[in-house]
């Protein structure tokens, strides 16, 4: 049997670094562990934690092809973001002039939540525990 432990990263790539690395830092307000340029890929990584966990390593690469979102696709749906309160986070996101859609409630579990686009139309969700 496999020994898992926890996820240890999620990988996105972006089409506009500079863009992306904004959002997800001042934005959302991740931490930068380590940023590294790779010369031979003409790429950016970019390690981001939260509250001191690594979390999302932040790629870029030229002219990567367009992410398809809608309709459904298979394969990873969307990131989700544990937060406290549903409505302050919806507040602090349109400081920023993030939009997002109107709070939805889990039938299962009765809790609340939203859903954001990162600046890939990436899907966001916050779920309030």
């Known amino acids: 049997m496999l020994q898992l432990q926890n996820i240890h990263h999620t990988a996105i790539i972006c089409s506009d670094y500079e863009r992306s ?9 991740l931490e930068i562990i380590r940023e590294v340029y790779r010369k031979e890929r003409d790429s950016y990584k970019l390690d ?8 999302i390593a932040l ?7 367009d992410r398809i979102s809608r309709p ?8 989700a973001f544990a937060v406290a309160d549903i409505e302050e986070c919806i507040l ?4 920023n002039k993030v939009s997002s859609e109107p709070i939805r409630v889990d039938k299962l579990t009765g809790k609340r939540f939203t859903f954001i ?3 890939d139309l990436l899907p966001i969700e916050f779920y309030e525990v």
């Open 21 to 29: 690395k904004k959002f997800y830092t001042e934005i959302l307000g």
């Open 59 to 65: 790629f870029s690469f030229p002219s990567p092809p």
């Open 48 to 55: 981001l934690s939260l509250n001191g966990q690594y979390l």
């Open 72 to 79: 459904e696709a298979v394969g990873l749906r969307h990131l």
């Open 92 to 95: 602090d996101l349109s400081k």
């Open 117 to 119: 686009a990162d600046p």
